[in-house]
């Protein structure tokens, strides 16, 4: 079956950093655009990052020079490296796997910024 697990999140103080990992399982990890999006209580679904099958990435301008999208496909594994970690990057973080015509999402991990 599809599978997409994050981990790496917690709690962290302001300026900290943090590695989410999304492991993938059950599909061609390596023809999918992976995303990362978060979502804060009260607050829209936003797109973090982005990763395409030939390494393209793209970022949030909220983010930009502070979080690193990256892949591993022989791990099935992508990556959100993120430093300089503020208070408003509070939220649920999701891995989103996407082609043409399929979609597939984690359940989230939880990264809390707070002193």
């Known amino acids: 079956q599809v599978q997409l697990v994050e981990s790496g999140g917690g709690l962290v103080q302001p300026g900290g950093s943090l590695r989410l990992s999304c492991a993938a399982s059950g599909f061609s990890f390596s023809i999918y655009t992976i995303n990362w999006y978060r979502q804060a209580p009260g607050k829209q679904r936003e797109l973090v990052a982005g990763?395409?099958?030939?390494?393209?990435?793209n970022y949030a301008d909220s983010v930009k020079g502070r979080f690193t999208i990256s892949r591993d496909n022989a791990k099935n594994t992508v990556y959100l490296q993120m430093n300089n970690l503020k208070p408003e990057d509070t939220a649920v973080y999701y891995c989103n796997a996407y082609s043409f015509n399929r979609d597939y999402w984690g359940q989230g991990t939880q990264v809390t910024v707070s002193s």
């Open positions: 990763i395409t099958r030939g390494l393209s990435t």
